[in-house]
């Protein structure tokens, strides 16, 4: 339905093997080699395993097919929970020896005639025996017998032998030990790369016509990775119900979520084998390759539902981009609320200074961010500078009987943030002023003495 919806050839997602697909891989392209370097040797047994669905029929498919050209009778056997008896008879069918023929003596001397006559012909003999796990110690240790036939001490017929991985504990076996010595070669086909996944989906779209139509964001194929776990049947699986959803809901993009609802229904209905998933899963943002697919259908919003949150490691602050960042007051700072509009000012004893050293900061709420003057703060909890104090003590002493002034108490004044706070009170004068005062009241006393005697010691004003 969907391949002709996106106008493929064929379906490129089938379930049942077609070497026609077959995608040569790391694991793949080592055990056809392996296969290959066996059947130059012509002799002995070789060995494929792996899970189910990595791809050992398909191997086999390719094969057959390649040597399709050469001089080999190939013989396919696929049912294996047979007796020792019942798998030869099924063999020698294979091969075209009479069905009447159901004697085992009869039947090993039937094939025996005929390996013979095609070895003078120049034609090799090939036994390939798939899902070769379910086959019992006596049916394999028949099968080596027929290994046995040979011709100018030359074996006749090669087998191959193809399993999951229960086939190898088979072979080692005590029961099997003659089998296993003639093991020529032997491959595991191990489940693709996360690469490789890539690479086989985009190999089986090209092999039917696919130009960029569904376009296939690259969040996708990781997504298909992990829950198919390098399967090759199972990225069949996965990939034909996802073409299939796009196409029902009439899409040319192929999204993040599409997978998370098509795992959704497999694992609901127990077809899906690979790993758990949760949300985090799907929160990757899809991006697509340039193509004119690509830009058929505009980008979609993006989910702020499955976005990370701060507690995730997420930034909780992402609608928040166009604000500006608000940073922390530092000491000589505080956030003030006066209740009105952000930028009008508030008059100051000191405007001068205040501009100078007081940098408003507009933000919300009609609060403002207001510097402390730092040479009233520092007027409020010091006595007076250094160098009018220097400048006082080059002076002479004053004569007048007044006492001489005291250094102003500087007061800052300060925003409240609760209440208002008093600066410290100023510092106690210094040991010098003390003497400084001391000499001036002694100075204005003699002063007043002198007087007091001029007049005679009066106290006219006094007794009046």
């Known amino acids: 339905m969907y391949d002709q919806f996106y106008g493929f050839s064929e379906e490129p997602f089938r379930l049942s093997p077609d070497h026609g697909f077959a995608y040569e891989h790391r694991a793949y392209s080592k055990a056809r080699a392996y296969m290959a370097y066996a059947f130059l040797r012509a002799e002995g047994f070789v060995m494929v395993t792996g899970r189910p669905g990595t791809g050992k029929t398909t191997l086999i498919g390719a094969l057959v097919d390649q040597l399709a050209g050469e001089n080999v009778t190939t013989a396919n056997l696929v049912c294996t929970q047979l007796g020792a008896d019942d798998l030869l008879k099924v063999v020698a069918d294979e091969f075209g020896i009479d069905p009447a023929i159901t004697r085992k003596g009869e039947l090993l001397q039937a094939l025996t005639r005929r390996f013979k006559a095609w070895q003078r012909e120049g034609q090799r003999v090939l036994l390939i025996v798939d899902e070769a796990q379910d086959l019992s110690a006596p049916a394999m240790e028949e099968l080596r017998l027929l290994t046995n036939i040979q011709v100018g001490g030359r074996p006749i017929l090669q087998i191959f032998l193809l399993g999951q991985p229960e086939l190898r504990e088979l072979i080692l076996s005590p029961q099997l030990e003659q089998v296993h010595q003639r093991i020529v070669a032997a491959s595991h086909l191990r489940p693709l790369e996360a690469e490789e996944t890539e690479a086989y989906i985009r190999h089986r779209l090209e092999r039917v016509g696919w130009q960029g139509d569904p376009a296939i964001s690259t969040a996708v194929y990781p997504l298909i990775y992990k829950f198919s776990e390098g399967v090759p049947r199972r990225i069949n699986l996965i990939c034909s119900r996802l073409f299939l959803h796009c196409a029902v809901e009439g899409r040319h993009k192929v999204e993040v979520a599409d997978v998370k609802e098509v795992i959704g229904e497999l694992q609901e209905e ?3 084998a690979g ?14 390759e340039p193509g004119p697919a690509a830009a058929a259908e505009p980008a979609g919003e993006p989910d702020t539902a499955d976005s990370p949150v701060s507690g995730d490691g997420g930034d909780s602050r992402a609608g928040q981009a166009d604000e500006p960042p608000v940073s922390s007051p530092s000491p000589e700072a505080r956030i003030v609320s006066t209740g009105k509009p952000p930028g009008e000012e508030e008059p100051e004893e000191d405007a001068e200074e205040q501009a100078a050293t007081c940098r408003p900061v507009a933000a919300a709420g009609g609060a ?8 009233a703060a520092a007027r409020a909890s010091k006595p007076e500078p250094v160098q009018q104090q220097q400048t006082a003590e080059q002076e002479p002493p004053p004569v007048s009987p007044r006492l ?5 108490v500087h007061r800052a004044v300060e925003e409240r943030d609760t209440a208002e706070r008093r600066t410290p009170d100023p510092a106690p004068t210094s040991r010098k002023d003390r003497s400084m005062l001391v ?26």
């Open 270 to 272: 127990n077809l899906a």
């Open 275 to 288: 790993s758990g998933f949760t949300a985090r899963d799907f929160r990757a943002k899809d991006s697509y």
């Open 368 to 375: 403002r961010v207001v510097s402390m003057p730092i040479r």
């Open 404 to 408: 001489p002034p005291v250094a102003p």
């Open 439 to 464: 000499a001036g009241l002694l100075v204005a006393a003699s002063i007043g003495l002198v007087a007091w005697a001029a007049s005679g010691f009066s106290l006219g004003p006094l007794a009046r």
